[in-house]
């Protein structure tokens, strides 16, 4: 499929590497028009690169099968940025502006480079987001515009280790040999793709079960009031139950396919204690005993979530919307019903809107691309290596002069002629009748003679207008 114009995205997760090409249609929906990915368990771990080399190699092969699906070839990605690392921190930054003076785009983009200088250089800045702002003590969401002599911004300012943000940077632009078009927190990707505007203005709460970490952002009044990540994810719970004697792929088969976050202990599941799980390879394991070791770190993650929540500065009745739960591990069976007990809030699943679609059932299905979706969402730069053609000059249309029938003096400009020829237009006028007999012209050199032909046809010109 040939397009001229698309966005190419990179989420790089602990569990799989997925890379997307998506085109943006009129009507402002995505369409994903290629989905490949690879197995990263072995190269990265909660969010930082392990291996560069290994992820170097599993990139470059996801971009050679996008390339041979969609043409032209990619020129530039989008990149999310996640992982234990990444956390916000709240920073305010103010300028004071003398008299009135009208709040403009460069005054924001003043007012962020402060927060920016403001950080330790301990931390890389992936991006910051505005609160809310104080216009002469007047708290306001949109200052463009207004006059004021003073402003001051309340910041969320979203940092990961630096060497996190390093290690992504050189895999792609010297390991792959690929332009980043821009880095983007995942936290803020995911919510994108997932939040509507309603849920950020009551407040909630999302939560994001990755394979190696849990992200928590938790949103009121329309922006962002916390983000934390928490060291937990659900490649813990399937360790835990590889501990019980099952290989690790079998175990993560287990969890979803029988596990359950709540163990139902109610005298209609008593036949559940006599029930086993099989695994592939003929392993057995009690099914009451598989989900006791499910729901320990579920609890355990969740009373974590919980404190994360807290510190946004809000009670949990004021986040309206509740939780929405995203991430491989939210599909465990009784999730929901078990944040509801232990966290005292609605819980629900979160999907992608019906403005994100994928263009056929051969591209593959949207489960697992809700941060992938969010960075195509919030890309801005065509990823495709089509140049458009410069348009040639138009052709200007030449209309030909139209010459008199005959030239006047005042339209053909004549050089100052020598003093010679001035006497021989003296000579060559019709002379008085009483002197025609005496007029004897000077025989001129051969050069000269050629001048004289042309002002002799000059004097006659006059003779006409006689």
Same mark, same amino acid.
């Given at each position: 499929?040939?397009?001229?114009?698309?966005?190419?995205?990179? %989420?790089?997760?602990?569990?799989?590497?997925?890379?997307?090409?998506?085109?943006?249609?009129?009507?402002?929906?995505?369409?994903?028009?290629?989905?490949?990915?690879?197995?990263?368990?072995?190269?990265?771990?909660?969010?930082?690169?392990?291996?560069?080399? =290994?992820?170097?190699?599993?990139?470059?092969?996801?971009?050679?099968?996008?390339?041979?699906?969609?043409?032209?070839?990619?020129?530039?990605?989008?990149?999310?940025?996640?992982?234990?690392?990444?956390?916000?921190?709240?920073?305010?930054?103010?300028?004071?502006?003398?008299?009135?003076?009208?709040?403009?785009?460069?005054?924001?983009?003043?007012?962020?480079?402060?927060?920016?200088?403001?950080?330790?250089?301990?931390? &890389?800045?992936?991006?910051?987001?505005?609160?809310?702002?104080?216009?002469?003590?007047?708290?306001?969401?949109?200052?463009?515009?207004? =006059?004021?002599?003073?402003?001051?911004?309340?910041?969320?300012?979203?940092?990961?280790?630096?060497?996190?943000?390093?290690?992504?940077?050189?895999?792609?632009?010297?390991?792959? %040999?690929?332009?980043?078009?821009?880095?983007?927190?995942?936290?803020?990707?995911?919510?994108?793709?997932?939040?509507?505007?309603?849920?950020?203005?009551?407040?909630?709460?999302?939560?994001?079960?990755?394979?190696?970490?849990?992200?928590?952002?938790?949103?009121? $009044?329309?922006?962002?009031?916390?983000?934390?990540?928490?060291?937990?994810?659900?490649?813990?719970?399937?360790?835990?139950?590889?501990?019980?004697?099952?290989? &690790?792929?079998?175990?993560?088969? +287990?969890?979803?396919?029988?596990?359950?976050?709540?163990?139902?202990?109610?005298?209609?599941?008593?036949?559940?204690?006599?029930?086993?799980?099989?695994?592939?390879?003929?392993?057995?394991?009690?099914?009451?005993?598989?989900?006791?070791?499910?729901?320990?770190?579920?609890?355990?993650?969740?009373?974590?979530?919980?404190?994360?929540?807290?510190?946004?500065?809000?009670?949990?009745?004021?986040?309206?919307?509740?939780?929405?739960?995203?991430?491989?591990?939210?599909?465990?069976?009784?999730?929901?019903?078990?944040?509801?007990?232990?966290?005292?809030?609605?819980?629900?699943?979160?999907?992608?809107?019906?403005?994100?679609?994928?263009?056929?059932?051969?591209?593959?299905?949207?489960?697992? +691309?809700?941060?992938?979706?969010?960075?195509?969402?919030?890309?801005?730069?065509?990823?495709?290596?089509?140049?458009?053609?410069?348009?040639?000059?138009?052709?200007?249309?030449?209309?030909? =002069?139209?010459?008199?029938?005959?030239?006047?003096?005042?339209?053909?400009?004549?050089?100052?002629?020598?003093?010679?020829? &001035?006497?021989?237009?003296?000579?060559?006028?019709?002379?008085?009748? &009483?002197?025609?007999?005496?007029?004897?012209?000077?025989?001129?050199?051969?050069?000269?003679?050629?001048?004289?032909?042309?002002?002799?046809?000059?004097?006659?010109?006059?003779? +006409? $207008?006689?």
């Amino acid at each position: 499929m040939r397009l001229d114009k698309y966005f190419a995205a990179f %989420d790089l997760g602990t569990s799989k590497i997925v890379g997307v090409i998506g085109q943006r249609n009129h009507d402002n929906t995505i369409t994903i028009q290629a989905i490949e990915k690879e197995e990263s368990l072995s190269s990265m771990k909660r969010g930082c690169i392990q291996n560069l080399d =290994e992820v170097a190699s599993k990139i470059k092969r996801i971009i050679k099968k996008l390339n041979n699906q969609v043409q032209p070839d990619i020129s530039r990605v989008y990149i999310s940025i996640g992982g234990q690392s990444v956390r916000s921190i709240d920073c305010t930054s103010s300028l004071f502006l003398g008299t009135a003076d009208v709040i403009s785009d460069a005054t924001i983009e003043q007012l962020k480079n402060n927060s920016r200088n403001q950080q330790p250089e301990a931390v &890389e800045v992936l991006e910051i987001v505005e609160n809310y702002y104080l216009v002469d003590g007047e708290k306001v969401t949109e200052p463009i515009g207004r =006059e004021a002599s003073e402003i001051e911004a309340s910041h969320k300012v979203i940092v990961s280790r630096p060497a996190v943000y390093k290690n992504i940077i050189k895999c792609f632009e010297e390991k792959v %040999d690929i332009e980043i078009a821009d880095t983007l927190p995942a936290p803020l990707a995911a919510a994108t793709a997932i939040l509507s505007d309603a849920e950020i203005a009551r407040g909630c709460a999302l939560v994001d079960f990755g394979a190696g970490t849990t992200t928590v952002s938790v949103y009121k $009044d329309g922006a962002l009031a916390h983000l934390a990540v928490i060291p937990f994810g659900g490649n813990h719970i399937t360790m835990d139950i590889a501990a019980l004697g099952l290989s &690790e792929s079998d175990a993560e088969k +287990l969890k979803l396919s029988q596990g359950s976050a709540k163990y139902d202990d109610t005298a209609d599941s008593k036949i559940l204690k006599q029930q086993v799980a099989i695994a592939n390879d003929g392993s057995k394991i009690e099914m009451q005993k598989l989900h006791y070791t499910i729901e320990a770190r579920i609890e355990e993650i969740l009373l974590n979530v919980g404190a994360q929540i807290d510190q946004a500065g809000f009670s949990r009745h004021q986040l309206e919307a509740g939780i929405i739960i995203i991430g491989g591990a939210s599909q465990l069976k009784n999730l929901p019903s078990l944040m509801t007990e232990k966290l005292g809030m609605d819980v629900r699943k979160g999907i992608l809107p019906k403005t994100i679609s994928i263009a056929n059932a051969e591209v593959g299905a949207l489960s697992g +691309l809700n941060i992938v979706a969010g960075l195509l969402m919030m890309a801005k730069v065509n990823c495709s290596s089509y140049v458009e053609p410069v348009a040639a000059p138009p052709v200007k249309e030449v209309k030909p =002069e139209i010459q008199p029938e005959f030239e006047t003096i005042a339209e053909t400009p004549i050089a100052q002629p020598v003093e010679q020829d &001035e006497i021989i237009i003296k000579e060559t006028k019709r002379p008085q009748k &009483e002197e025609e007999e005496e007029y004897i012209p000077k025989k001129p050199t051969k050069e000269k003679h050629k001048k004289s032909g042309l002002l002799e046809g000059i004097g006659r010109l006059f003779s +006409l $207008d006689d």
